[in-house]
């Protein structure tokens, strides 16, 4: 059990603040056209990520039990179909695939630890910081090595039971890259085009905005809340009796929210001041960051400690990624602790080479370009696109449709708690209709 409400938000936090917030949430939102994409993708963290993260929260602590097995419970102890049981294994599945392409881009973090710290930005301009960029992504054998060293570390946090030191640690850490983001906020506003970056970010001009970019909106939406694959459920079997769930999921899902509006309030400016390109990819922050680290004073300190806080943030949301996995190899082959934390681990750095791959040697490969919607697409790419936009949101829906339709109606008041009057209705209204239907019209729509 965690001791309190604060260790499960830093717990669910820590697993929700990542790079998505600070890496993917930027890039896509300048790939997507700015405003207009950051509202939808705001209306979908209100009106579909926070009721199934409270849906998950909640249906993991009446299961008590790791998600496949809490899942199964809760559906026989109502009478339901055991393949509840499948919800899981697509979690698993999904955990397995993010972590592959996660831990890529975590060892970029790393190498930029490095750079921050032997000063390699100061005075840089933007073509020698792209450059410095261009040619991390041309080099595969570099990639694999920090691909390789974050994913040590995962597996070792995940194999001892380090992570209470850790969890210690990350309490301390988490606020400090969070003020840290206020002064990169405070530089942009200082030094950056605010005023540009500010209407980049809130001003919608929805003609720029593509059905694709929807569906990414609300993948995201579950990506960044860690949602619809079962670790907000097996964090919630955690989560004591007497603790508000309604309350820790919506405190949970804003801190995550006001940590990726810093990102973006912090890089646009930069972009703009700087004559950069807002769609430039998956490498906008290390694009544009190492910039003002290179002009402001103590830019090494804080460039080094960003960088630095950012792969702390990585490495907690790797460990909720990695611990699923472990958890299954142990419960169903039987397998220690250490051994599953190393076959998963390993795993899925093997797999991980095809992401290394797909900024080099395998760029021009493109797996499944004979369906147009994949056309263009590495294998990066596939993998990112299958798990954000549709097996979390395919995940999340089940979750809403298990919560709001099947679940035992009298579990679900008692484990809400908020009484049985107009605000659990409309909560169940939400749960029931808006959730799904807000997921099956994307669905739909991108389909046709
Ligand atoms: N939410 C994490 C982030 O934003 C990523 C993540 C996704 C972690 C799914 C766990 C499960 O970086
Ligand atoms: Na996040």
Do not use: Q
């Given at each position: 059990?965690?001791?309190?409400?604060?260790?499960?938000?830093?717990?669910?936090?820590?697993?929700?603040?990542?790079?998505?917030?600070?890496?993917?949430?930027?890039?896509?939102?300048?790939?997507?056209?700015?405003?207009a994409f950051v509202i939808v993708y705001l209306l979908c963290i209100a009106m579909i990520g926070i009721p199934i993260m409270i849906a998950e929260v909640m249906i993991g602590r009446r299961g008590g039990r790791s998600p496949i097995n809490t899942m199964r419970i809760l559906a026989s102890?109502?009478?339901?179909?055991?393949?509840?049981?499948?919800?899981?294994?697509m979690g698993i599945i999904a955990s397995f695939m993010i972590l592959s392409f996660y831990s890529v881009i975590g060892g970029w973090a790393i190498s930029y630890v490095g750079h921050a710290a032997s000063s390699t930005f100061s005075g840089a301009d933007t073509e020698t910081i792209g450059a410095l960029f261009g040619g991390l992504l041309g080099d595969p054998s570099t990639l694999l090595l920090w691909h390789s060293i974050f994913m040590v570390a995962v597996i070792m946090i995940v194999a001892r039971g380090i992570r209470s030191g850790l969890e210690k640690a990350v309490n301390v850490l988490m606020p400090l890259l969070f003020l840290l983001l206020l002064v990169m906020v405070g530089y942009a506003l200082a030094s950056g085009d605010f005023a540009q970056g500010f209407a980049f970010l809130f001003q919608p001009d929805f003609s720029k905005l593509?059905?694709?970019?929807?569906?990414?909106?609300?993948?995201?939406?579950?990506?960044?809340l860690s949602l619809g694959m079962g670790v907000m459920m097996a964090y919630g079997s955690f989560l004591p009796k007497k603790v508000s769930v309604v309350k820790t999921a919506v405190t949970v899902s804003i801190v995550d929210t006001v940590v990726a509006l810093l990102a973006g309030l912090a890089i646009f400016p930069l972009v703009f001041a700087n004559g950069l390109e807002p769609g430039a990819g998956p490498g906008l922050i290390f694009q544009t960051l190492p910039l003002a680290f290179g002009q402001m004073t103590g830019g090494v300190l804080f460039g080094t400690l960003f960088f630095g806080l950012l792969v702390v943030a990585a490495l907690t949301s790797a460990i909720s990624l990695l611990e699923p996995?472990?958890?299954?190899?142990e419960e169903q082959k039987g397998i220690s602790r250490t051994v599953g934390a190393l076959i998963g681990g390993l795993s899925i750095w093997v797999l991980g080479i095809a992401t290394v791959l797909s900024f080099n040697e395998w760029a021009d490969f493109h797996p499944l370009a004979f369906i147009p919607v994949f056309e263009g697409k590495t294998v990066f790419d596939l993998l990112d696109y299958f798990t954000a936009n549709l097996m979390m949101p395919l995940g999340g829906m089940l979750i809403a449709i298990f919560a709001g339709w099947f679940m035992n109606k009298q579990a679900v008041e008692n484990e809400l708690d908020i009484g049985n009057g107009a605000l659990f209705k409309s909560f169940m209204f939400v749960l029931r209709f808006v959730t799904p239907a807000g997921v099956a019209v994307v669905f739909v729509y991108n389909l046709l």
């Open positions: 059990m965690w001791s309190s409400r604060l260790a499960f938000i830093l717990a669910a936090s820590g697993s929700a603040v990542g790079l998505g917030n600070i890496w993917k949430f930027p890039y896509i939102t300048g790939e997507n056209g700015g405003g102890r109502d009478g339901l179909s055991k393949r509840w049981g499948w919800l899981g294994w593509s059905t694709e970019g929807v569906l990414t909106a609300l993948g995201h939406a579950f990506f960044t996995v472990v958890e299954w190899l």
